[in-house]
């Protein structure tokens, strides 16, 4: 299906796989083991042929999934996971060994580097850099140095990094070249164009789009060349090298650690990904409205959003993402004016911990997500005290503007 468009492609991915009884949708296997009427074929499934044998390691209704990122991320080898943070932890654990060096984006979500935390008590060295100037990066190169990872958009400061110049520079150093495309999805945004050898989503947010279910994934690219990485352990060394990364993430990952994701919320994955495309262009839409009313509103000090002019990584952003900018803001109240009242005072925006949700969220962020990190860290990673993390949802453009319109014009009456 290679000639149609990106939704199409999707919207009809499941059918084109022969699903059982003629259904649209694959269906919810909720079965934990997979019988075979013949030994020899059981034991061939465990030394590698395709098939399933216990679900820890993969249903049918997992495999269908995996089949759909791959799609929406023009290719590759995908896994699925029970959630993002499930597929990063056993991305850097299976890859990586006590002594490696990864070189990171310092504007990460909390949680990862929270998770960079664990890694470097496990022996792992790490190097957080600008990934917005590729030059930082460059200088942060090691003779130990084994992977490069960085978000597309950083959240919530919203950075956008170099991710061209990261491509050819991983490229040029022979390094594992890991994207988290969380923020824009693959529906603004396919990494392996600008080189990556694996790319990450949190299925949770834009792809599942509902708040409705739990899951990650990491799709290989086919781009790097595995031979080259030394840490591919000599039992995963069997056939083509194309497949010796994904499936020591997966056996180790999947089968050793059990981050696995579940039919029934593989199955709501799958059907939300079905409107990626629709609702992160209105979500976009909404986004640029709102950022362009908050970046002049006198209550407001600072919005930080791609789609602006005055983002200082504006052009990039335009230029890699198509003219759309996603669903994230990060925005700073005026001198006076708190951030708690102010949001407190919001009536169809939900206080929440998400993003790329169908509905806008908002919520304090050096309080509540960034609130262990400290203040020496939150300053480096650009989180002011004040800073309010929005997600832009699909409502009704009026209705949003009209809801933060009448928030600060409460704020300022109680100020008055």
Not at 45 to 71: C, H, I, N, W
Not at 179 to 201: C, E, H, I, K, Y
Request: hydrophobic share 40%; glycine share 10%.
């Amino acid at each position: 299906m290679a000639k149609h468009g990106f939704t199409t492609r999707i919207l009809h991915n499941d059918r084109h796989l022969s699903v059982e009884h003629g259904a649209v949708h694959k269906p919810i296997h909720t079965s934990s083991q997979y019988a075979y009427s013949d030994a020899r074929e059981l034991a061939a499934v465990f030394q590698g042929k395709a098939g399933y044998t216990y679900a820890r390691q993969g249903t049918p209704t997992t495999d269908a999934l995996e089949k759909k990122v791959s799609a929406m991320e023009g290719g590759g080898t995908s896994l699925t996971f029970s959630t993002g943070m499930g597929a990063l932890s056993a991305l850097f654990t299976t890859l990586l060994r006590a002594g490696d060096h990864l070189i990171s984006s310092q504007f990460i979500f909390g949680n990862t580097n929270s998770l960079f935390g664990t890694l470097e008590h496990l022996g792992i060295e790490i190097t957080l850099v600008d990934p917005t100037d590729v030059s930082a990066a460059a200088a942060a190169i090691k003779p130990n140095t084994r992977m490069v990872f960085t978000e597309t958009i950083a959240n919530p400061g919203t950075q956008v990094a170099d991710l061209e110049g990261l491509g050819r520079l991983c490229a040029e150093h022979k390094l594992v070249y890991v994207v988290d495309n969380t923020l824009t999805s693959p529906w603004l945004f396919q990494p392996r164009t600008v080189g990556a050898s694996l790319v990450m989503n949190s299925l949770s947010k834009h792809i599942g789009g509902h708040a409705n279910a739990l899951g990650g994934s990491l799709t290989d690219t086919g781009l790097y060349d595995w031979t080259q990485f030394p840490n591919i352990l000599d039992v995963y060394k069997k056939g083509p090298s194309v497949g010796w990364g994904i499936t020591q993430i997966k056996k180790k990952g999947l089968r050793d650690m059990g981050a696995t994701l579940s039919a029934d919320a593989a199955h709501r994955l799958a059907v939300g990904a079905e409107t990626l495309s629709l609702r992160l262009d209105k979500i976009s839409s909404n986004a640029m409205a709102l950022a362009k009313f908050l970046s002049t509103h006198p209550s407001v000090a600072r919005v930080s959003y791609p789609g602006l002019e005055s983002h200082p990584q504006h052009e990039r952003a335009r230029k890699l993402f198509g003219g759309k900018y996603s669903n994230l803001l990060g925005v700073e109240l005026a001198e006076g004016i708190d951030s708690f009242d102010f949001l407190n005072r919001l009536q169809i925006v939900i206080l929440a911990t998400h993003v790329g949700d169908t509905r806008t969220l908002a919520l304090p962020a050096a309080q509540t997500i960034y609130y262990e990190m400290g203040p020496a860290l939150r300053k480096q990673m650009g989180i002011a005290d004040g800073l309010i993390r929005l997600s832009i949802g699909i409502e009704e453009q009026e209705d949003l503007l009209a809801d933060f319109a009448q928030a600060f014009e409460q704020c300022q009456t109680k100020a008055a």
